[in-house]
């Protein structure tokens, strides 16, 4: 027997799958397409780690399997390359982020490569190639023609150590989603996609996803944030002058009897516009201040102390029955949610009850059922409101809007800041021309006759939007020496006025190119489309190609992407298939999220801890092959796993033992072999099938290992046999797989042959003949499969005739069962 020399055999299977394009994916074929999809990664300088293993290799081990299955498989990857994680690695390194992308994907995809992984490499993509981001471009240019891409100022989330803008959803906890720095407000001029057009859409389209987990649904349903209330109006007094109304946003309209108070947001355009009517203005203005240093999580988390300020001077009057409350600045009211104001009843909402025992406001039940102790928040039947008295909260809540107020649907989800400050990102290809906002008259809003979009000028800025000609695409992004961020809120393109500078593509004067970048999830929004079509050079993924692979049949990814990249990618996808350029309105059939891996402490890795182990020297020392089957054996793919870098050595042992049943494969194509031996392969090429399709990779290799321990007690073995262990476990120890499918005698590789099938009559095991003994005699026999339990033969038993005769009329008086062997009645 040779030896079992794992470098050996992983660089020549490797070298030959290459070669032969044995994963190649088929845009002809009579097999039907399975699209499996992995979040592509991005190359960073420290290269690929236990948190891409495991979700690839589970993808791999799913691949392998339904091409042995006979499916035609598509398993893709590619690089997710621009960005801060990459920009970061190039300033702190010194190095130009072209210069390391291209060495970090070189060595990413080595380390791939020697994981025995089978990507399609025909389809790589890059999302910093020209070629690639050409029609990230193009994509942008689709928003903003149907107006989905807008310029405004506001008041943005700013990482002060990223110097840059972010997305809601890249402050997680009021923290930056990258670099873990707490998020500050800067008012800045940006680019937004309107995601909040489709927040219903993207609502509804979860209701088409059966297959993925709840849990995922469930978080996009919570960031979308659908809320069903009703805005009512509050108008405004002064020493009974009018000032005009307020608007408020709730989703009790059956408390309105219970407000005692009205507060509004400290940047609320409300507040300015009431500054000469404010008796205590300049009080107010400093709240506004400092609450511009605290976290949205600050400002509304129960049980953190609520501050405001009352607005002196100013009533408002509630419309049910005209009473005057106080009105207050309260940094608890948030400026982008409803109305930006809010109708307090501390009767019945915490924030507000808190509010009102800090500030000495009156409290006002209106709902029966709580005590004086807290805010009673629940439904119930309502109190103290004329003639509403006495119904039930969902009732009054339907009588009171339709007489006082509007229905209103009111979503968390905000608009998505698409520009950031960086160097290392597609340049939105936007140029700001102040000839043609001259040519317009200064009008707000022209339309583009060439390719019918309706250009929308700055606020203020005097300069109109350009949309860059498709036949201009890409934008290339300028090489330049200094790329670091200015954190002036501009973007280091600013200062490259040779590229800055540009010719209006409209009426030909000096015009300017917009500066900013797009965010890092651009490039990840649409990427599994280009996979379809990676080559074509006249459209981003052709209706054909997506004809043969769209949708995704199944992504694995983090839950850390939920509300980010595949909430992003959903949107984009939906907006596409609204536009008719994609043919399916949800891109990813299922979701498979996995847990993390965790350091060998059972802790999170981080370098800081000094708990990180790299997958590489795992691979190096023990085997691909036993690294993947280490890595799924772990534990439930979704659950999180500390990685024990001593019980590798138990998995190699058991991939040694494989290695080793070669020598008790007898010549001859078949020998006989025990019928437990049969009826346990079958059971175990049933097991596993399962088990992998449904991604419990774990319990699939203990039924491997269960077989192959049986077979270790056998003298010799079938080819066949033999033959079918090595498919089972090929999706996970492919080389070693192969090597020994070769040494069978086989010539072509085990990834083209088919998964053993089996019989299902032979998964019952064989029958015995149990006695029947009744009052001591025996009086019949009864024939049942072996294993089978008391509750199963007695039935059988009582309804024998033989048994029937002797038993029917007598009291049982007891059963004594004997597995196997006997049953017998005593009576
Ligand atoms: C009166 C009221 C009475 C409320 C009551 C609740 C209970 P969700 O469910 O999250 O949509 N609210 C409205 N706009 C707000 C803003 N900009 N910032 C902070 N809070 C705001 O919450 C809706 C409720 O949150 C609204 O209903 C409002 O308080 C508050 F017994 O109005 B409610
Ligand atoms: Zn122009």
Redesign the pocket.
């Known amino acids: 027997m040779k030896k079992y020399d794992h470098k050996k055999i992983e660089s020549k299977w490797q070298k030959f799958w290459a070669e032969n394009k044995i994963f190649s994916a088929h845009d002809k074929s009579d097999a039907e397409k399975k699209f499996i999809l992995i979040e592509f990664p991005y190359p960073s300088g420290t290269g690929l780690h236990m948190g891409h293993m495991r979700p690839f290799i589970a993808g791999d081990v799913v691949s392998k399997y339904w091409k042995l299955k006979g499916k035609n498989v598509m398993y893709p990857v590619g690089w997710d390359a621009f960005g801060l994680p990459a920009e970061n690695f190039a300033i702190k390194n010194k190095v130009h982020p072209e210069v390391s992308t291209k060495k970090n994907i070189a060595n990413a995809k080595k380390q791939l490569l020697s994981w025995g992984t089978g990507f399609d490499w025909d389809r790589e993509i890059n999302t910093t190639d020209p070629e690639y981001y050409r029609w990230t471009q193009w994509l942008f240019l689709q928003f903003l023609k149907k107006g989905l891409a807008y310029e405004a100022t506001g008041l943005i989330n700013w990482c002060p150590k990223d110097k840059t803008g972010l997305a809601n959803e890249e402050v997680i906890d009021g923290k930056c989603e990258r670099c873990g720095t707490v998020v500050e407000k800067k008012e800045l001029r940006q680019w937004y996609l309107k995601i909040t057009d489709y927040a219903e859409k993207l609502l509804e389209g979860l209701k088409a996803l059966p297959e993925w987990p709840l849990a995922v649904k469930t978080q996009q349903e919570n960031w979308i ?1 659908r ?1 069903e ?1 009703a805005e009512f109006e509050f108008k405004l007094t002064a020493k009974n002058l009018q000032l005009g109304a307020i608007r408020v ?4 309209p059956d ?1 309105l009897f219970g407000v005692t108070y009205v507060v509004l ?1 400290p940047e609320s355009n409300y507040v300015q516009s009431l500054k000469d009517k404010i008796l205590n203005w300049s009080e107010i203005e400093t709240y506004i201040e400092d609450t511009k240093n605290k976290t949205e999580i600050e400002r ?1 988390a129960e049980g953190k102390e609520k501050t405001g300020i009352e607005l002196k001077g100013i009533k408002a009057v509630n419309p049910v029955h005209g009473e005057e409350v106080s009105v207050f600045v309260a940094d ?3 400026a982008h ?2 109305t ?1 104001a ?2 307090a ?1 501390p009767a ?2 915490g924030r507000d009850f808190e509010f009102a025992k800090k500030y000495n406001l009156p409290i006002k039940e209106v709902v029966s059922g709580g005590d004086s102790a807290k805010a009673f ?1 629940a439904d119930g039947e309502l109190l103290n409101s004329g003639e509403y008295t006495g119904l039930k909260s969902d009732e009054a809540r339907q009588k009171i809007t339709e007489k006082f107020g509007q229905k209103k649907v ?1 979503y968390k989800l905000r608009d998505w800041v698409f520009s950031r400050q960086r160097y290392w990102g597609e340049p939105i290809p936007i140029i700001h021309c102040r000839g043609c906002w001259e040519i317009s008259n200064h009008k707000s809003q022209i339309t583009n006759k060439k390719e019918g979009i309706d250009y929308v000028v700055v606020d203020g800025s005097e300069h109109m939007i350009v949309p860059v000609p498709e036949k201009d695409l890409p934008v290339k992004l300028p090489k330049v020496k200094e790329y670091e961020p200015t954190g002036t809120g501009d973007s280091p393109l600013a200062a490259i006025e040779k590229w800055v500078k540009v010719k209006c593509s409209e009426c030909g004067g000096d015009a300017r190119r917009e500066t900013n970048t797009m965010p890092q999830w651009a490039g990840s929004s649409w990427y599994w489309l280009r996979y379809t079509d990676p080559k074509n050079t006249t459209n981003f993924s052709s209706q054909e190609s997506q004809k043969v692979w769209t949708p995704v049949d199944i992504y694995f990814g983090g839950m850390e992407h939920t509300t980010l990249h595949l909430l992003y990618s959903r949107f984009w996808n939906l907006f596409l298939y609204d536009q008719g350029l994609v043919l399916e309105k949800e891109p990813f059939t299922k979701r498979v999220p996995h847990g993390m891996i965790l350091g060998p402490d059972g802790e999170k890795m981080s370098k800081s801890r000094g708990n990180v182990v790299n997958p590489d020297d795992f691979v190096t020392d023990f085997g691909a092959d036993t690294t993947r089957l280490y890595m799924m054996f772990l534990g439930p793919h979704e659950n999180r796993v500390a990685w024990n870098s001593d019980a590798i050595i138990g998995t190699r042992r058991f991939l040694e033992k494989v290695w080793r049943i070669q020598e008790k494969v007898n010549e001859k194509k078949t020998v006989s072999e025990s019928k437990e031996l049969e009826i346990l392969l079958h059971k175990t090429i049933k097991k596993v099938g399962e088990d992998i399709e449904s991604f419990r990779f774990n319990t699939a290799i203990s039924s491997l290992m269960i077989l192959v321990n049986e077979i270790e007690k056998v003298e010799v073995i079938s080819q066949e046999t033999f033959g079918s262990i090595l498919k089972l476990l090929s999706p996970f120890a492919p080389h070693m797989t192969d090597e020994l499918w070769a040494d069978l005698g086989n010539k072509e590789s085990l990834y083209l042959e088919s998964w053993p099938s089996y019989d299902e009559s032979k998964l019952v095991s064989e029958t015995v003949s149990i006695v029947v003994q009744i009052a001591g005699k025996v009086r019949a026999h009864v024939v049942v499969g072996r294993d089978v339990t008391e509750e199963v033969v007695l039935p059988l038993v009582k309804d024998l005739p033989e048994a029937k005769k002797w038993l029917d009329g007598k009291e049982i008086k007891r059963v004594v069962f004997v597995k196997n062997k006997l049953i017998s009645f005593v009576l």
Do not use: K, N, P
Not at 249 to 252: E, S
């Open positions: 944030g809320s209330g946003f709730t989703t009790r408390t947001s509304t608890y009211v948030l949610y409803g930006g809010v109708m009843v019945h909402d928040t009111t």
